[in-house]
């Protein structure tokens, strides 16, 4: 069973920017497809973005062209650069590894909370 151990949320004004880290273990991260989840409150758990062990990325269209998810396999570290930061960015950030839009693992860090507020 996956753990993770996500890092790097805070407080930010609009606009700003953020960098998220995630460091799994009891899994090699490098083998799967590695996604970063966020939930607001009140709403559900949704996928942000996805990367493949080669490197392909996906974005939900909420986040396009502000948000960036890499990893490093060495470090088996996945990050997600968040730039122009809007209010309704605003969640706890998890990652997870990722099937389909799926998460894979049932079990999830404590997350990192993001706040976007002026």
């Known amino acids: 069973q996956g753990r993770f151990v996500e890092s790097g949320g805070g407080l930010v004004q609009p606009g700003g920017s953020l960098r998220l880290s995630c460091a799994p273990s009891?899994?090699?991260?490098?083998?799967?497809?590695m996604g970063w989840f966020r939930q607001a409150p009140g709403k559900q758990r949704d996928l942000v973005a996805s990367?493949?062990?080669?490197?392909?990325?996906n974005y939900a269209d909420s986040v396009k062209g502000r948000f960036t998810i890499s990893r490093d396999n060495a470090k088996d570290t996945v990050y997600l650069q968040m730039n122009s930061l809007k209010p309704e960015d605003a969640a706890v950030y998890y990652c997870?590894?990722?099937?389909?839009?799926?998460?894979?693992?049932?079990?999830w860090g404590q997350g990192t909370q993001v706040t976007v507020s002026s």
């Open positions: 997870n590894a990722v099937s389909r839009t799926r998460p894979v693992f049932t079990s």
């Open positions: 009891g899994i090699l991260a490098s083998a799967y497809t």
């Open positions: 990367i493949t062990s080669g490197g392909n990325t």
